[in-house]
């Protein structure tokens, strides 16, 4: 039978592969300000200082590999339909071939106008653009807007800005799933740390990490360790 599976995961998923997660010890919110680099107000004061931070991030991103995690869940993927939801803004979900990917916080190798209609919440541009493209190369100070001559930024949902939250869907991901699998998530920043009970009449629920927060755990199998030793044994077990 083909079972509807989602799975939502954050920070951890990918920091076996080299890329750090933002909480822990060592992680990225310990040596950089959330409002110098990841913020609208940032943006604003030094957009040079956000250009470097996420075309290191961008650079950092391309030289990582799939860990066996990410290869477990493209695996799973083959045989079952299963929805990525992360909060991660690398690739490397694709990049093992998982095809339905929604980034709640964008993706590192895209750029959109700073005008973008997603900065909406802290200041009125007077009109949207809406342009987005890949990118081959990190952004610089005076890449342009191809549309209205906007400088480009990464297209990144930093603190204050709103999610592409996609409610149509997920409503049909509540209802129809089969399996829940969280991983390497401290599920602290909404609207992320609401997507726990919001499936909380999955049957099937499972959480990786190796330092879990069991308060919001209830009703969920808790898998205590590292994202690529503990997916691939899940997805084996799931697979029989
Ligand atoms: N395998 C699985 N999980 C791990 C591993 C690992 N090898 N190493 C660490 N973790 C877990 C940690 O125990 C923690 O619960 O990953 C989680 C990482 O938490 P955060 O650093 O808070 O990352 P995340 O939950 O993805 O943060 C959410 O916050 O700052 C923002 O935009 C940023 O998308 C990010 C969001």
Redesign the pocket.
Known sequence: MRLNIVIF?????S??SGI?????SG???EQHR?EDV?SPEGWERNKKLVLDFYGMRFLKQLECKPNP?HEAIGKLAAHHSVTNIT???DTLLERSGSEKVWH??GRIDMQKCEFHRSLGFTFDSGFDCDFKSRISKPIQLGDLCPKCGGQLRPD????GEPVDMREDLLMDLIKNADIFIG???????YP?AGLLPMFRRTKEKYF??????YELLDGFEVLN??????MPKLVEKILG
Not at 9 to 13: D, K
Not at 183 to 189: C, F, K
Not at 225 to 230: I, T
């Open positions: 995961s954050g920070a951890g998923l920091t076996e750090p997660t933002f909480r822990d992680g990225l919110w959330i990841a995690a909060q991660n803004i709640l916080h990144i949902v930093w603190f991983v390497g998530t401290s599920a602290q920043v992320a990786i990490d190796p330092n879990p927060n360790g590292s994202a690529s030793e503990q």
